[in-house]
């Protein structure tokens, strides 16, 4: 019977092998990361007069990887300290230590042979039950479970992380005929609901799922490329956010993937498959001389792009594939591409561009093309249903649609009677579909097509879906154009901005007003959460810097209030109000998220006080509430340094630190130890109607409105002379100092004694009046124009 996983071993400690291990560590599994015995010394260790017999020697390999990961970007801890929770060791000494763990997974070479090898070591010393797995990106996983114990065949399954570990959510499961049910069910759970992935169930085929589909799509986009003469640049520039795929777009993709890596994945199709389909796994000649000359990437310092220092600063150069010279980065230029920016939904952008008569349509029509057919063609061979293709490469590879979505966002007849206009032979399947009447491969929110009818996906029940749910207008209570309140069940209600990128403005603030008066009626508790890109950037800019430049300061004034008094209603609601924050979180984001009784973050929140950025100090009262969270934490009966609290909250917010993950966000405060951290963000909402539905069982009561100790006057000339002592260093500048003169005003109390204890409003209007009088600034002002403007800080 399988219980839990409560330890894990992980053999192969290179940089997948330890990013598991890592994202391990961050969920708090502890892991021992075992790799081969080195055969030389080192000259350190020669000098130390180590020997090859030395502990520390045996175990440098995974040593060095478990050091590695505390330094590499993007960071694969949540937070350095999770380091702890791995163990180094060695392939000789310490197999026998697999008897300790519940799930040895490999990540050593792609070596049949020598994964056999392995394999059969780990048959030996593990116990009985222990769960299997390796991590492979496409040998055979039947292949590799021959001549193995029946419990360890019965135990033994892929499972093909995508790398990065942390950051990328899918996890393709492939089970072998000998897998049982229980083994393979059971990490469809623990991949789900514990590691926080996205699981994908794929078939023992060549590169299974995502990386077949991937891989093709990519060598397809090369071929049009070097057929119809575009540019590397050209390229990138049309096939990223403008088909709904990452900013990095195709060789972009290929220069972080490594191009060595990227080869070695299409060579496992070659070698596996025949005729016309072996022939597109064979990359283009360029590209093989292009891993001769070790052009591989990011990694090796040059790939399809080459950064290089001018005279005009930094600039990327892209490869001409002809020349194998560097040049300056073209972009595609077309009606077109300018039609699908100003689209408003996916299917607009991508109709805009695939349906063009112009380059830049050409270009994206005969890369989905073919996409789109091989995904219909082999379907059945690498998976259960079009819903796991899709799913695949949302996940592993960033795209906002997967390849069937992407036929139902540019309409199946209508591409289909093109492709069978082009001499395309279209999959008899999907004509047997049209022919049916069935226009689409989806309907609704979980139904699909699959053997001549639309079946009903199997969700986990930890996924909320806030659109299904308001879909009918029935569980929406209230709404207006920034927010709706939506009724989530159970006495529990959401609410979910949906302003332009979730910014606050007085449209918000009002519905977090009669949100909180309305849960107080007639419900148990309010989750704050929404399902976009971001849970909220700050503040409406715009709207400030408008009313600033018109002299409008009473109206800021108003709004500033308006704000200190939304907060006001969140921090003291009589019903437990619970926040739900995820990606970046950022000024107005934070300030909503501080407040409130509970925060359940993502795993991936990155959270942050950074109006200095834009020539401002947090004026929703974010100030005063990281100077609580810092003296709040402090056991009770502790001796209290009001001077060390106070510079902590001055240097968070004066150096608008933002955190790289929740647990990180602990440690700057913005998270308590007793708020909750999501692995599996589809689960967040799930998990903060939880939270509010035990604090409301616990008998919930608000906090008390409690004079606040300040540092007064002496702490402010403290904080000041910190931040004057960079000045004269030439590290800010004047108005930097101006800034955190007046930030430390606030944080300070005033012109008080230290000591003094402070009314809550108090300190909200001195926050407000810092504010205003910094946004009435012409230095600030142009730091929010720019910030508008550019999307990034100006120092001036």
């Not at 991508?350 to 057919?373: C, H, M, Q, S, T």
């Not at 100090?617 to 810092?630: A, C, M, S, T, V």
Request: glycine share 10%; proline share 4%; with cysteine.
């Amino acid at each position: 019977m399988i219980g839990r996983i409560g330890k894990v071993a992980v053999l192969g400690s290179g940089v997948m092998g330890s990013g598991i291990a890592a994202h391990l560590a961050n969920i708090g599994i502890p892991s021992i990361l075992l790799d081969i015995v080195p055969r030389e010394l080192t000259d350190s260790e020669k000098k130390k007069g180590l020997t090859l017999e030395d502990k520390v020697v045996r175990n440098r390999l995974a040593a060095e990887s478990i050091e590695k990961l505390k330094k590499q970007k993007p960071a694969p801890l949540g937070r350095k300290e999770n380091a702890q929770f791995i163990e180094p060791g060695n392939m000789e000494d310490d197999m026998e230590r697999l008897a300790e763990v519940d799930w040895i997974i490999e990540v050593v070479v792609e070596n049949l042979e020598v994964k056999k090898k392995v394999f059969a070591q780990v048959d030996e010393y593990r116990k009985p039950g222990s769960i299997v797995s390796s991590n492979t990106s496409g040998i055979s996983i039947e292949a590799m479970a021959e001549g193995r114990s029946d419990d360890f065949k019965t135990h033994f399954l892929g499972t093909h992380f995508f790398n990065p570990p942390r950051y990328l959510k899918l996890l393709e499961i492939i089970r072998t005929k000998d897998t049982s049910d229980q083994v393979f069910n059971f990490m469809q759970t623990f991949g789900e609901n514990t590691l926080g992935k996205g699981v994908v169930e794929a078939k023992d085929t060549p590169n299974f799922i995502a990386n077949r589909i991937g891989t093709y799509g990519l060598l397809v986009t090369v071929r049009e490329m070097v057929n119809r003469g575009y540019s590397v640049g050209e390229v990138d520039s049309v096939t990223g956010p403008a088909i709904g795929r990452p900013k990095s777009a195709t060789f972009r993709t290929l220069d972080v993937v490594g191009l060595d890596t990227f080869l070695h994945v299409a060579k496992n199709v070659y070698d596996q498959v025949e005729g016309n389909e072996k022939e597109t796994f064979d990359p283009p000649q360029f590209m093989k001389k292009m891993a001769e000359n070790g052009w591989l990437g990011s990694k090796s310092g040059q790939g399809f792009f080459l950064k290089k220092k001018g005279e005009n600063g930094s600039e990327i150069l892209e490869l001409n594939y002809e020349t194998l010279e560097y040049g300056p980065r073209k972009k595609l230029k077309a009606p077109s591409v300018q039609q699908s920016k100003q689209a408003k939904s996916k299917e607009e952008k991508l109709k805009a561009l695939v349906y063009a008569n112009d380059r830049a349509g050409e270009l994206v029509w005969n890369i989905l093309k073919p996409v789109l057919l091989y995904s219909a063609e082999k379907a059945t061979e690498i998976a259960d249903s079009i819903r796991s293709i899709d799913l695949a490469m949302k996940w592993g590879f960033g795209w906002e649609l997967g390849p069937f979505e992407t036929w139902d966002a540019i309409g199946v007849e209508k591409s289909v009677k093109r492709m069978e206009e082009e001499g395309e032979t279209v999959p008899a399947w999907i004509k047997d579909m049209l022919t049916s009447g069935k226009t689409s491969f989806y309907q609704g929110y979980d139904e699909y097509y699959q053997n001549g009818e639309y079946v009903k996906a199997q969700v986990n029940p930890k996924v909320i879906h806030l659109k299904a749910l308001k879909d009918g207008g029935e569980n929406v209570i209230m709404k207006n154009t920034g927010a709706s309140l939506v009724d989530l069940g159970d006495g529990v209600a959401c609410l979910e901005f949906h302003s332009p990128n979730n910014s606050i403005g007085l449209d918000v603030m009002q519905m977090i007003n009669k949100s909180v008066e309305e849960v107080e009626k007639n419900y148990k508790g309010l989750v704050i959460n929404n399902q976009g890109k971001n849970f909220c950037v700050g503040a409406n800019l715009m709207m400030i810097l408008m009313e600033a430049q018109d002299m409008n300061f009473p109206e800021i004034d108003l709004v500033v209030r308006q704000f200190q008094k939304s907060m006001a209603k969140i921090r003291y609601s009589a019903k437990p109000v619970v926040v739900a924050p995820f990606q970046m979180t950022l000024g107005g984001g934070t300030e909503i998220s501080l407040p409130a009784a509970s925060i359940q973050a993502s795993m991936e929140t990155y959270m942050g006080l950074v109006e200095v950025g834009v020539g401002l100090i947090p004026g929703g009262g974010g100030n005063k509430e990281l100077y609580l969270r810092h003296l709040n934490k402090l056991p009770e009966g502790t001796q209290i340094d009001l001077q060390s609290i106070a510079n902590t909250t001055f240097e968070t917010i004066a150096m608008a630190k933002v955190s790289t993950s929740a647990h990180e966000a602990q440690k700057l405060g913005f998270v308590r130890p007793q708020d909750g951290v999501s692995m599996n963000g589809d689960h967040l909402l799930h998990d903060a109607k939880r939270k509010v539905l035990y604090l409301s069982e616990s008998g919930y009561q608000p906090p008390k409105r409690d004079a606040i100790p300040v540092v007064g006057e002496t702490g402010y000339g403290t904080m000041l002379l910190g931040a004057k002592t960079m000045h004269f260093g030439g590290h800010i500048s004047e108005h930097d100092l101006k800034i955190a003169e007046k930030l430390a005003f606030v944080i300070a109390g005033g012109r008080v004694p230290k000591g003094t204890k402070v009314d809550e409003q108090y300190l909200l209007d001195l926050e407000r009046e810092a504010f205003l009088s910094l946004v009435g600034e012409v230095k600030t002002q142009q730091r929010m124009q720019h910030m508008l403007a550019k999307g990034k800080p100006l120092r001036n």
